[in-house]
């Protein structure tokens, strides 16, 4: 765990089974959901660590960092129901500011690729995807954010590649948040695809691993491409 202020983060850090610290390895940041939020440090990876566990995927040479939101607190503190919202009435969270903290700490610990930081997240940590990328727009290679969404005004700081899904029928996280992001990073001339999932409601995410081949197409960007 990581001690920021009197915000304690426990995390987790998922190593390839053959890591070798002569190689640069890609670093995948994962902020999970609202729903997955507590202190056991496991409670996090019930839902996430299904999809990143599939064989088929090629996660195996990535470290994954899985840190975990305590059950009071969000990575943004905004309502999920109230659409955009100003930087300046949600300034960057204590957790945040904790999980870039324990960010740094694993690529001064580990053999990391600087230009292969991706970052990922579903519903509040689609939110905390969208504002962190905000916030460190030359940190991330790209953003793979799940019904979630975020300062619409501020698209054009987002130059990354971005590739967001939303399930049509999400009763939790309305789908016009991603869609409104997707304009708005469009209209600022910003590389976007927004996938749009019908007849899903609140876990687009899975349907984004298992079946849209997502954590692939992260890991093919680099730094600096749009």
């Not at 999980?99 to 292969?116: A, K, M, W």
């Not at 953003?143 to 967001?164: E, F, S, T």
């Not at 939790?172 to 899903?200: D, F, H, Q, W, Y």
Request: charged share 20%; glycine share 8%; with cysteine.
């Amino acid at each position: 765990s990581h001690q920021h202020g009197e915000i304690t983060i426990p995390y987790r850090i998922y190593i390839p089974f053959n890591y070798d610290p002569n190689k640069k390895y890609p670093l995948l940041l994962n902020l999970h959901g609202a729903g997955n939020r507590g202190s056991d440090n496991k409670r996090h990876l019930l839902f996430i660590n299904r999809p990143l566990s599939n064989p088929a995927l090629s996660v195996d040479e990535a470290i994954i960092l899985y840190p975990h939101c305590a059950l009071e607190n969000k990575w943004v503190h905004t309502n999920w129901y109230a659409g955009s919202y100003d930087l300046e009435q949600v300034p960057e969270s204590e957790e945040l500011k904790a999980v870039l903290e324990i960010l740094e700490q694993v690529r001064e610990t580990y053999s990391i690729d600087p230009d292969r930081i991706y970052l990922t997240g579903y519903s509040m940590g689609g939110y905390g995807t969208w504002y962190t990328a905000m916030a460190y727009p030359d940190l991330f290679a790209a953003i793979l954010p799940c019904c979630g969404g975020g300062m619409a005004w501020n698209a054009d700081v987002l130059q990354m590649p971005i590739w967001a899904f939303h399930g049509v029928d999400d009763g939790t996280v309305a789908v016009t948040e991603s869609i409104s992001m997707a304009n708005a990073v469009r209209a600022a001339g910003g590389n976007i695809k927004l996938t749009l999932l019908p007849g899903v409601n609140h876990n687009a995410w899975e349907p984004a691993m298992y079946e849209e081949g997502a954590i692939e197409w992260l890991l093919t960007h680099k730094r600096g491409e749009k």
